[in-house]
């Protein structure tokens, strides 16, 4: 039972690109969590996410940053135009409200040059 | 506005000894605690939770203390072991049903094991 999979690993982009972060929730967890790590920082919660609805995106910027969970596929945390701000280890998550806490990716860490 | 507070970036111990972590929270609605341990590279990984009903939690090595009037709890590691050595996060939620709620985390606190 593979844990929570998240692609690419590291990802560099160029100021102004397009940076799109993948996440594979746990097999059966349809409950998916996008997280926010500056260095030095802990985890900042952005949005989460339900099969084909977002439930709470009280995190997220509100210009150049989306998510979605489609019906089949992972989900996908979208940053448009970069900035060199964005560099940071996104961690997604998953759970199936079993009241044991999420289950975390490894993380794909951003750095935008 | 820092809700969850870990003034103690980082912690040495010595190996077999207790490992005692600190943190301290402002949000009043929180109820439900967490502790995640993270290496680098990895993600968190879930250590042990307590809800507000309880002061309380035990699992193996691993304890958690809550004191709601002081809006503090503590994680206790004993004994110490050297794969102990990790980033600690102490996170919470206003979700008694925790499954499908937001967590804010703490700034983490390196711990180092000494062998």
């Known amino acids: 039972n593979a844990g929570v999979m998240q692609n690419p690993r590291h990802l560099v982009r160029r100021r102004g690109q397009e940076a799109r972060l993948r996440c594979s929730p746990m097999?059966?967890?349809?409950?998916v969590y996008w997280y926010r790590q500056l260095p030095e920082e802990g985890l900042k919660f952005m949005v989460y996410?339900?099969?084909?609805?977002?439930?709470?995106e009280s995190g997220m910027p509100k210009e150049r940053f989306s998510a979605e969970f489609p019906k089949e596929g992972p989900s996908i945390l979208r940053i448009q135009q970069v900035v060199r701000g964005d560099s940071a280890a996104y961690f997604c998550?998953?759970?199936?409200?079993?009241?044991?806490?999420?289950?975390f990716g490894s993380g794909t860490r951003l750095t935008v040059v | 506005d820092q809700q969850v507070k870990q003034n103690s970036p980082s912690l040495s111990v010595q190996e077999g000894r207790i490992s005692i972590l600190n943190c301290d929270y402002t949000?009043?609605?929180?109820?439900?605690f967490l502790w995640y341990k993270k290496y680098p590279a990895e993600g968190p990984t879930f250590l042990i939770s307590?809800?507000?009903?309880?002061d309380k939690n035990e699992d193996g090595r691993f304890t958690v203390f809550l004191n709601k009037s002081a809006k503090h709890l503590s994680l206790h590691i004993v004994p110490s072991q050297p794969g102990d050595s990790a980033v600690y996060f102490c996170?919470?939620?206003?979700?008694?049903?925790?499954?499908?709620?937001?967590?804010?985390f703490g700034t983490g606190t390196r711990l180092t094991i000494i062998p």
């Open positions: 097999k059966g967890h349809s409950h």
């Open positions: 949000n009043s609605m929180f109820d439900y």
């Open positions: 998550a998953s759970s199936l409200r079993t009241g044991d806490g999420y289950t």
């Open positions: 996410l339900q099969k084909e609805n977002i439930i709470d």
């Open positions: 996170a919470a939620s206003e979700g008694a049903n925790f499954g499908n709620e937001k967590l804010t």
């Open positions: 307590i809800s507000s009903i309880k």
